[in-house]
C-alpha cells in the first residue's frame, strides 16, 4: 500500500523499511507514476535492473480490493499479535481495545490469510479480494445459561469506522462492501458477533441498513402469513448471503439466518424465521443492491 501524501490516521506502521522493500529506490509509488505520466513525462523505472516504460497507465483498471471483512480475535493484544504475526493465519489490520492502536501487519496490496473459505455476493475465497481487519475483542465465554458476549469499548469502535472511512474512500468501494465473517461463512462462524454495533456502521454511511418505517409497515402482513423457506432464501442470497434453495427450513438456513439476525436484529439471533426478520430482509432488499 502507498499512503504517502494522503491523510493518514495514526497507524501503527511497519518500520520505513518495508515500504522501501515494496519500491526500490529507482522506483516511484503508482500513484506519482500516474500523475507523472498524465503530464506526459518520460519515465523509465528501474526494478533490478529491468528497465520498464512506465509512461503508457491503463484506463481498464481497479483496485484489487473489494471487500473489508470484520473479525474479532479471540484473545488479548499480546496473544492476537503473536497469532496473526506467527502463524498461518493474518489480517491486513488489528484494532486494540484499550487502547485502540491500529497496527498495519500486511500490506494492502497483498493478501492477508484471514477469511478462508467465504463466500459473498457470488464471490468466492475472498482473501484474495479483500482487506481484513481484526479487533481485539475475547468473542464470548460458555456458561451453562449460554454464551456470554464480549462488548467493543467505543474508542475501538470509532477507530474502526475511521480506518473503514479511509479505506472505503482509497479504494472507491460501494457501499456494503464492509462485511462481517458471519456473513462471509456463516455455515462456521459468529464473529464479529451480535454485540458489535453494525448499526453505526450504517449511521457513518458505511453499509444499507432497513428502513424502519418500512419494517414497521410489512411486518404485520408478514405475521399474518410468513414466507415459506424459499422466500427466505432468495432474500438471503438477495443480500448477498451464500445459501441453497432447499426449499426447507433446515440446519443450513438457520444459520444464514441467525448471522443476518445477529447483524441488523441482534436482540434475537436463534436462526427462526420471523414476520420481523422477513420485513428487516424485504426493508433491507428493497433499499437496493450496490
Ligand atoms: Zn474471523
Redesign the pocket.
Known amino acids: 500500500m502507498d499512503t504517502r501524501g494522503k491523510p493518514m490516521l495514526n497507524v501503527a506502521s511497519p518500520p520505513p523499511a518495508e515500504l522501501t522493500r515494496a519500491h526500490c529506490r529507482f522506483c516511484l509509488p503508482p500513484a506519482w507514476r500516474v500523475r507523472l505520466a498524465a503530464l506526459g513525462t518520460l519515465l523509465l523505472a528501474a526494478c533490478g535492473g529491468l528497465p520498464i516504460d512506465t509512461t503508457h497507465v491503463s484506463r481498464g483498471q481497479d483496485s484489487r480490493v473489494q471487500f473489508v ?1 470484520l ?2 480475535t479471540s484473545s488479548d493484544l499480546p496473544e492476537s499479535l503473536q497469532m496473526l504475526t506467527d502463524q498461518g493465519v493474518s489480517s491486513h489490520y488489528l484494532i486494540g481495545a484499550t487502547p485502540p492502536t491500529i497496527y498495519r501487519l500486511v500490506d494492502e496490496e497483498r493478501r492477508a490469510w ?1 477469511a478462508g473459505e467465504s463466500q459473498w455476493r457470488g464471490r468466492t475465497w475472498l482473501n484474495a479480494s479483500s482487506i481484513g481487519i ?1 479487533l481485539v475483542n475475547p468473542g464470548y465465554r460458555q456458561t451453562a445459561a449460554g454464551r456470554v458476549w464480549y462488548g467493543y469499548p467505543q474508542a475501538q469502535i470509532d477507530r474502526l469506522i475511521a480506518l473503514l472511512q479511509d479505506i472505503r474512500q482509497r479504494h472507491q468501494l460501494p457501499i456494503d462492501s464492509i462485511v462481517g ?1 458471519s456473513d462471509i461463512a456463516p455455515q462456521r ?1 459468529v ?1 464479529p458477533g451480535p454485540l458489535f454495533p453494525w448499526r453505526q456502521l450504517a449511521d457513518a454511511g458505511l453499509i444499507r441498513w432497513p428502513d424502519a418505517q418500512q419494517v414497521a409497515r410489512l411486518q404485520p402482513g408478514y405475521a399474518t402469513a410468513l414466507p415459506d423457506a424459499l422466500w427466505f432464501q432468495q432474500q438471503l442470497a438477495a443480500s448477498g448471503y451464500s445459501i441453497a434453495f432447499s426449499g426447507e427450513f433446515d440446519e443450513q438456513t438457520r444459520n444464514v439466518l441467525a448471522a443476518f439476525q445477529m447483524k441488523y436484529r441482534p436482540a434475537r439471533y436463534d436462526g427462526v424465521a420471523d414476520a420481523e426478520t422477513a420485513a428487516l430482509l424485504a426493508a433491507l432488499n428493497a433499499a437496493g443492491q450496490p
Do not use: G, I, N
Request: proline fraction near 0%.
Open positions: 471483512v473479525h474479532y484471514h481484526e465473517h462462524k464473529d
